[in-house]
């Protein structure tokens, strides 16, 4: 998207998911870019070619795209859905969670990892993040189980890899399933290992802002674990098994019919069956998607490079700022910098993190976002089970009371840092004085 391109939060149907910008008449610099990746002509083909195929949709282009996802991710298995969200409400159907159930989750995310724990009518309960990598941390964890724990819900924060040794070694102590949401974290290491390849499942998204995309929307689920397949299958496509072919005979409401009748009849026929009382949806991805989702692939290193390169030199730049803090890099990761996270310490600043968002903004036109407000403080979710306000204290101290996301993506040139570096040096010094 260039920097001039008119798109709005209030005048798209996904609102803040689609863009965001004020039209309040601000000559913006460095825009907050709704778009995370690199489009060239390997798209273009793709999506050409493939709109010649005969088939649409779960055809080959899935198959090659989750193959070569799951090689590139170091996993046994990949299977693609419509979203990360969709992706996370089958590994919370597969994990058999259900009303009564609690899964401790992460209140620093996007209300997708909630939403699914609320959909299957189980209740979240947020255990508080680590003030330095701002994800969640193994001892407050171990705080929040009760008998009704069936799951630990963790996000990679901003492509940072949660401290996941200890969260595996709690998951086995207790027998819980861990869900990694990789939303951020595409091509996130944590020593060594991949993000979505150490907990039970990991789900990937590639709405348009992540770090590759499938056509604005899209998403993965990952598994080492055999078991889950089958279940997955049928969660991503409305139920649907096929007749088992080692039957000699079938019932159909009443026709009984030996197979060797069937020949003909029974390849184009399938069967429905629940799952404990879990239904299938139709989550399926299209050809296209996936077809672009393999050309992302292939980019994906360069991308994240780009990101990191992008991160550590704007690190470098804002080093040393009174009251601002870059981010802290854990040295256990392979930071993917979906986002990059500045913390401003108002008391050193001297002036609030308003005022100093609002002359970033307004006087040197670059745009910030924050994410996330704390899960719990969203309407909805804490009327349901009345959550406290302060729940998570780390969470709304370290990280909500002071945090922004800075304009990071890969298109970002040399100028745009620059500028961002001397914007962030400006605005300090005037809130300041
Ligand atoms: C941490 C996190 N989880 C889940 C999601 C949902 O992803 P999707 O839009 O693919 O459903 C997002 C998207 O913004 C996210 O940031």
Redesign the pocket.
Known sequence: MGKNAKYTGSDTEGGI?SGYQMNDGVDIKVPYSFFGSIFDEDEEQAVLATMKQEAQTMGPQVAMFQKEFAEKFEVKHALATT??????HVATQVFGIKEGDEVIVTPN??I??SLVILKEGAKPVYADIDPKTFNIDPKEIEKKITNKTKAIYI?H?AGQICDMDPIMEIAKKHNLYVME?C??AHGAKYKGRMAGSIGDIG?F???S??NMTTLG???MITTNNDKFIDMVQRMRVMSITNWPPEQNSFEFGGFKMEKKELDYWLPSHFNVVDDGGKWGNNYRMNETQAAVGRAQLRKLDMMIDKRREFSHYLSDGIKGIKGIIPVYEDPNCHHAYHLYTLCINEKDLGASRNDFMRVLYQEEGIQGIQ?YQPTYHLTGVKEKYNYPDKLCPNAEKFFYACETNLPMNPQLTREDLDTMIQGIKNAAEKVRS
């Open positions: 998911t979203s990360c969200t969709t992706a996370m995310t996007f997708a990892t996000v924060y949401d939303a951020h789900c998204s590639f709405h802002l992540k929307e899209g998403g994410h």
